[in-house]
């Protein structure tokens, strides 16, 4: 029975988060579906994670990438040696997350009925908040350059986010793909390093005629860390946010629509963005702010991509 179910292995990615880790393999432990390998790849850690891994999952794949080579590159070790296996599907998952047993078996009812659709999405909750959700599809808002997530911090009353269906993307949270649509599109984007590496993902697929479909009865629950919610570490994702928002554009749209957004959002942010700086009324936590989004222009002017410079990381940490 298990050699006729598809294949799929399931990656994930981590970087001193053995807690975390560890409460996820156990949740991904009780899947219900019967033909699943699991492969942890290491960015480096210095917490112990691997070993206690090791101890713990003795049946779980560990790449050691010895390195911090972000989310998209850290991945794609991962995804490499899934394909290498003769996977099906890929199924990358965030170590800060726990899995309803079900959800394998949930995706593929869908994967089965879609053959058009090349990526699926689950549905995030709250990790602290169970029945509140963080993640039910998403939509491009071009009026403001950016995407919003459907459903974003609404309690779930059973039928409002229970349709499949299109979505903008598929969030890297937890994101099912077709082993067949990686060989066609390829891997994630490593110029990313962290954040919008997934939209990237998506809008390949979307060229390349595979849909994404958001899958409700996918359900995982996301710790959504600090480092995304405010605070000076969130800084640091601000200013990937900033930086690869500007890549995104430039790899997705068309010139007709970067024409548009240039003139009427983001040359007006930029100004925005000087005028506060150097507004001697302007708060310590707002000039900082105006600091990291101005070094994530400059670096994506000067093609700087990758892991961001150390000074962003300073900056974090004051």
Same mark, same amino acid.
């Given at each position: 029975?298990?050699?006729?179910?598809?294949?799929?292995?399931?990656?994930?990615?981590?970087?001193?988060?053995?807690?975390?880790?560890?409460?996820?393999?156990?949740?991904?432990?009780?899947?219900?579906?019967?033909?699943?390998?699991?492969?942890?790849?290491?960015?480096?850690?210095?917490?112990?994670?691997?070993?206690?891994?090791?101890?713990?999952?003795?049946?779980?794949?560990?790449?050691?990438?010895?390195?911090?080579?972000?989310?998209?590159?850290?991945?794609?070790?991962?995804?490499?040696?899934?394909?290498?296996?003769?996977?099906?599907?890929?199924?990358?998952?965030?170590?800060?997350?726990?899995?309803?047993?079900?959800?394998?078996?949930?995706?593929?009812?869908?994967?089965?009925?879609?053959?058009?659709?090349?990526?699926?999405?689950? /549905?995030?909750?709250?990790?602290?908040?169970?029945?509140?959700?963080?993640?039910?599809?998403?939509?491009?808002?071009?009026?403001?350059?950016?995407?919003?997530?459907?459903?974003?911090?609404?309690?779930?009353?059973?039928?409002?986010?229970?349709?499949?269906?299109?979505?903008?993307?598929?969030?890297?949270?937890?994101?099912?793909?077709?082993?067949?649509?990686?060989?066609?599109?390829?891997?994630?984007?490593?110029?990313?390093?962290?954040?919008?590496?997934?939209?990237?993902?998506?809008?390949?697929?979307?060229?390349?005629?595979? /849909?994404?479909?958001?899958?409700? /009865?996918?359900?995982?629950?996301?710790?959504?860390?600090?480092?995304?919610?405010?605070?000076?570490?969130?800084?640091?994702?601000?200013?990937?946010?900033?930086?690869?928002?500007?890549?995104?554009?430039?790899?997705?749209?068309?010139?007709?629509?970067?024409?548009?957004?240039?003139?009427?959002?983001?040359?007006?942010?930029?100004?925005?963005?000087?005028?506060?700086?150097?507004?001697?009324?302007?708060?310590?936590? /707002?000039?900082?702010?105006?600091?990291?989004?101005?070094?994530?222009?400059?670096?994506?002017?000067?093609?700087?991509?990758?892991?961001?410079?150390?000074?962003?990381?300073?900056?974090?940490?004051?």
């Amino acid at each position: 029975m298990k050699d006729l179910l598809p294949k799929i292995s399931i990656i994930i990615l981590n970087w001193n988060g053995k807690k975390d880790t560890l409460e996820c393999l156990k949740s991904v432990q009780k899947i219900e579906y019967k033909n699943y390998e699991v492969v942890v790849v290491d960015n480096g850690s210095s917490d112990g994670s691997v070993q206690a891994i090791k101890s713990h999952f003795k049946d779980v794949k560990i790449i050691e990438n010895g390195a911090n080579l972000g989310f998209a590159e850290g991945n794609n070790k991962g995804i490499a040696y899934a394909l290498e296996q003769g996977t099906d599907y890929v199924f990358l998952l965030n170590n800060d997350t726990i899995v309803e047993s079900k959800i394998l078996n949930n995706f593929l009812e869908v994967t089965e009925e879609y053959s058009e659709v090349g990526i699926f999405a689950a /549905k995030i909750y709250y990790y602290d908040e169970p029945n509140k959700i963080w993640y039910a599809g998403a939509a491009w808002l071009p009026q403001k350059a950016r995407f919003t997530q459907l459903g974003f911090n609404q309690i779930d009353d059973g039928f409002s986010w229970n349709e499949i269906k299109e979505t903008a993307y598929a969030c890297g949270c937890a994101l099912l793909i077709k082993a067949n649509v990686i060989k066609k599109i390829g891997m994630l984007e490593p110029k990313y390093f962290l954040t919008w590496e997934e939209t990237d993902w998506c809008y390949k697929a979307y060229r390349a005629g595979y /849909k994404c479909l958001f899958v409700p /009865k996918a359900i995982v629950w996301h710790k959504v860390s600090a480092s995304f919610s405010g605070g000076n570490q969130g800084l640091l994702v601000r200013y990937f946010m900033e930086r690869n928002r500007l890549l995104w554009i430039e790899r997705n749209l068309t010139f007709k629509e970067k024409k548009l957004i240039y003139h009427h959002i983001i040359f007006k942010e930029i100004y925005q963005s000087f005028r506060e700086y150097f507004n001697s009324e302007t708060t310590q936590q /707002k000039r900082l702010i105006c600091k990291v989004k101005l070094a994530a222009l400059r670096d994506y002017i000067f093609r700087r991509f990758g892991d961001c410079p150390s000074s962003i990381r300073s900056v974090a940490k004051l």
